[in-house]
Structures are given as structure tokens and as C-alpha cells.
């Protein structure tokens, strides 16, 4: 058996861990006995990891919120060896990462040895280290994470990722069989689903420009509306409920369920309206057809990867720089 550690302690976000899955699909195939083990960090939302990702085997978790879990962490990363020591840095070099990768036993260990023009500074220690140029190639995650794989002897090509879907359980599928003939009677309507919300200021189009283009498309189209909220998404969503309710437009709303009934309900949208956010990259490798919003440049980077839909992206890093009317055009397509 291939015991494989891959050191990822920085992030715990949806987006950014739905871009790893290819990575760790290629690692399989290639090392076909392999068990898979993650040095994660406490996600930020309810989701079953392992559920996630089902070519994980092991989750360790890092954490430094005392002397005594940081002990125990080292003592469960020391206390077996591994064949393969992966860091898949993608962004940013993590030398928290590389510090682990460099206290784990492994036989063998990759890395990067420069990132966009960064060289790293603990790559002393690592056998496999290659150089990327991502920034100027404008080379998108999922790739960059494909990348770490490919250094390791791992063949799988970028078409080939974007072919990947989520497997969503049975009563998962149920539950959104219920859902869409509950709240979507007429199987003629198209159904357009709007997640207004984002994790970051930047990637937030207007919510008044949402609100523009919602009734746009209800008044000349006259789809069904769906509105998804996450968790940190209340005051966006609310505001929007409010001035829907006060122009007449009709709406669904779906909040509060768990990741594998939104991603099952999302699979049956005919397109999803959506800021660059977790929820984007869901749909997306659910096949949902998306059209997004991203500033300057950022739309090759993070867009939706596993079902190429509509990216607008603006020409500044102001991203209510795009209009109404552009996504307005873009969104047509799919009524």
C-alpha cells in the first residue's frame, strides 16, 4: 500500500477544497493501492469531508488553540510513515506547511521550489520540486492543484477534470426531487437560481444590481426564481427578499439545508446567477450551468471549472463595473 500525507493546514474554504479534487482523483489512478491522508484545519461550514472528497482516507487536524493540541498533532504526524509527502500550494507558498511536510516521515517529498517568481525558502529538503509560472499563464486552481500531481508521475489532463461531477447520495437526490416538485410545478418554466452572497467584499456584484436584473428576467422571461443563502449571507439575502417582495417577484428560497441537498437541487437548475463563491464552485461540479462575476483577471483563476458557463468579468478590480445589461445578455442564452 501507498501511504500518501498531503499537507493543506491553510484553508477551509468550499471553494477552494471542490479545486483539490482532481489532484487527489489523479493521485489514485496513478497509485491505484494508495491510502490518502489530509493535514486539514477546521472547515468554516458543516460538511462531512471524507463525504466531500471520497478519495480521502485520513483526516489530521491541525490547530495551534493550545500547547497540548499542537503536541498531539505533531505526535499523530510523526507517529506513521509515509510514502509520498505532498504540500499543493496553489496561491501563496504556506511555510507553515512546508515545516510540517519537513517533520512528517515520508520517503519522498514534493513541493514547489519557486512560485511565481518566490522561490521557497525550505525547499532544501524536498525531492521533488519543480518552478511554475501560474500568475503569468494565467493557469486556473483546479490546474495549479493538478499540477502537484502531475509532479509525482500523474497523467489525468485538464478536460478530463472538467468532465469530474460530485456523487450525490440517494436521499440526497430525493430530497431534491421533492424539493423541485413542491416549489416548481410547471416542468416547462425554466428554473434560475440567484446566491447573491459571497465571502469577500470584492467578489460581491450590487445588490441592487441583482435586484435590476432579477425582475429583467422575471417580467421578459418569466422563469421560476431561486434564491440560496448561506450561512454568513442573511443581510444580502434578507435585503433582496425585501425588494423582490416589494416589485411582486415571486421566489423560492433555499437556506438552511445541508451541502449535499443544495448541491442535489442545484443540479437541477437551468442556471445559476452567482458571485465567485463556494456555491459557484458547487454548481459547477454539480454541471449546473453558471454565469459569475469576477474582477479584472480573476475570472481564469477561479471560474467555474467543471461546466464552463458565463463568466463576466469586469475590466477594473471594481466588479459593479459590469452592468445589468451585460449579464442581462449572457443570462438570455439559457431562457
Known amino acids: 500500500m501507498t501511504e500518501i500525507l498531503v499537507i493543506r493546514p491553510q484553508s477551509n474554504q468550499l471553494g477552494d477544497t471542490i479545486c483539490t479534487l482532481p489532484m487527489y482523483k489523479a493521485l489514485k489512478e496513478k497509485y491505484t493501492d494508495s491510502r490518502i491522508t489530509l493535514v486539514g484545519c477546521p472547515t468554516n461550514y458543516a460538511v462531512d469531508l471524507k463525504k466531500l ?56 517529498k514534493a513541493g514547489v521550489g519557486r512560485m511565481d517568481g518566490e522561490k521557497n525558502r525550505l525547499k532544501f529538503f524536498l525531492d521533488v ?12 486552481q483546479v490546474s495549479r492543484f493538478l499540477d502537484s500531481a502531475r509532479s509525482l508521475g500523474c497523467v489525468m489532463t485538464d478536460d478530463e477534470a472538467g468532465k469530474m461531477r460530485i456523487e450525490l447520495p440517494e436521499e440526497d437526490r430525493r430530497f431534491a426531487d421533492l424539493f423541485m416538485s413542491s416549489n416548481f410545478k410547471d416542468k416547462n418554466r425554466k428554473v434560475v437560481g440567484f446566491h447573491p452572497g459571497a465571502g469577500q467584499k ?40 425585501a425588494a423582490l417582495d416589494e416589485n411582486g417577484v415571486k421566489y423560492c428560497m433555499m437556506s438552511g439545508i445541508s451541502l449535499f441537498e443544495t448541491a442535489a437541487v442545484l443540479s437541477r437548475l437551468d442556471l445559476l446567477v452567482t458571485n465567485n463563491t463556494g456555491i459557484m464552485h458547487l454548481a459547477s461540479y454539480c454541471g449546473t450551468p453558471t454565469a459569475a462575476f469576477f474582477y479584472k483577471d480573476d475570472a481564469s483563476e477561479w471560474g467555474p471549472f467543471f461546466r464552463k458557463g458565463e463568466m463576466l468579468e469586469s475590466s477594473s478590480m471594481d466588479i459593479n463595473e459590469i452592468s445589468v445589461s451585460a449579464a442581462y445578455e449572457k443570462v438570455l442564452k439559457y431562457l
Not at 471520497?54 to 498533532?73: A, K, Q, T, W
Not at 520540486?129 to 486556473?140: A, G, M, T
Open 53 to 108: 472528497n471520497p478519495y480521502l482516507d485520513e483526516i489530521i487536524i491541525y490547530s495551534r488553540e493550545s500547547y497540548g493540541v499542537l503536541f498531539n498533532f505533531i505526535k499523530s504526524l510523526r507517529g506513521k510513515k509515509y510514502d509520498i509527502v505532498l504540500v499543493p500550494s496553489s496561491i501563496r507558498m504556506s511555510y507553515t506547511s512546508y515545516v510540517i511536510a519537513l517533520l512528517a516521515k515520508g520517503s519522498l
Open 202 to 241: 470584492i467578489n460581491t456584484w450590487n445588490l441592487h444590481n441583482y435586484i435590476e436584473l432579477i425582475k429583467k428576467i422575471y417580467e421578459s422571461s418569466n422563469p421560476y426564481i431561486l434564491i440560496s443563502s448561506g450561512v454568513i449571507d442573511g443581510d444580502i439575502t434578507g435585503r433582496l427578499r
Open 129 to 140: 520540486k519543480p518552478e511554475y509560472d501560474w500568475k503569468k499563464n494565467r493557469v486556473h
